[in-house]
């Protein structure tokens, strides 16, 4: 069964540095594209970066562009977000999940449980 | 900008049926996704490609699209749908990921 699991969110403050973690098991990790979504306290929904199956591409929304990093190491099976020069609008629950779109025409139908950043001084 | 536009909320009464709309101009270009969200939880697919359901969602749950406005129906509303409900899609570029604004379905 498919399974993916956050982990690295934490209080941090602002401008400083987190990077989260998700491990995933139950499928072949490198046929997958995989994305970050998050959602402020209260809030809707907000797509943050998506990496493609092959890693050909990665793309960003324009809130983070430019502070957020993704990344993924096949080898642990594990999806990455780098996030730089942190502020209190980053504070939300990050969840990663799993891309079953093509041509860039994305949707998810795993998601992980999520993890929560808290971004205060 | 693309945006995904949502009424905030529907109410209905259990046994009716419930209409979640979701407005943008690249729909008609776009398939649409609905994703249903219980407090605490993470949001679960409801409705893939405009109409599609995945498996071992209630048939209740159905989908269709038309020009710019795709539409969420849950027919025979119980309690155990009362949820938010976002719809989503992606820009025509196949650059970003958008996510209406939410509806919040509550059953009476």
């Known amino acids: 069964q498919v399974q993916l699991v956050e982990s690295g969110g934490g209080e941090v403050q602002p401008g400083r540095s987190l990077r989260l973690s998700c491990a995933a098991s139950?499928?072949?990790?490198?046929?997958?594209?995989m994305h970050w979504v998050r959602q402020p306290p209260g809030k809707g929904l907000e797509w943050v970066a998506v990496?493609?199956?092959?890693?050909?591409?990665?793309y960003y929304a324009d809130s983070v562009k430019g502070r957020f990093t993704i990344s993924r190491d096949i080898s642990k099976n594990t999806l990455y977000l780098q996030m730089n020069s942190l502020r209190a609008e980053d504070t939300a629950v990050y969840y990663c999940?799993?891309?079953?779109?093509?041509?860039?025409?994305?949707?998810?139908?795993?998601w992980g449980q999520g993890t929560l950043v808290t971004v205060s001084s | 900008s693309y945006e995904l536009t949502q009424s905030p909320s529907v109410s209905v009464s259990p046994g009716q049926t419930a209409r979640i709309t979701c407005s943008g101009d690249a729909l008609p270009r776009r398939n649409a996704y609905w994703y249903q969200q219980k407090p605490g939880q993470a949001p679960v697919l409801m409705i893939y490609?405009?109409?599609e359901r995945p498996p071992g969602i209630p048939e209740r749950f159905s989908g269709s699209s038309s020009g710019t406005t795709a539409t969420l129906i849950v027919s025979g509303v119980q309690a155990e749908d009362e949820a938010d409900y976002y719809c989503q899609s992606s820009d025509t570029s196949g650059t970003y990921v958008l996510f209406g604004g939410g509806t919040k379905l509550t059953v009476l």
């Open positions: 999940a799993r891309d079953l779109g093509s041509g860039g025409s994305f949707y998810f139908d795993y």
């Open positions: 990496l493609w199956h092959d890693e050909s591409n990665k």
């Open positions: 490609k405009d109409t």
């Open positions: 139950g499928f072949t990790f490198s046929r997958y594209g």
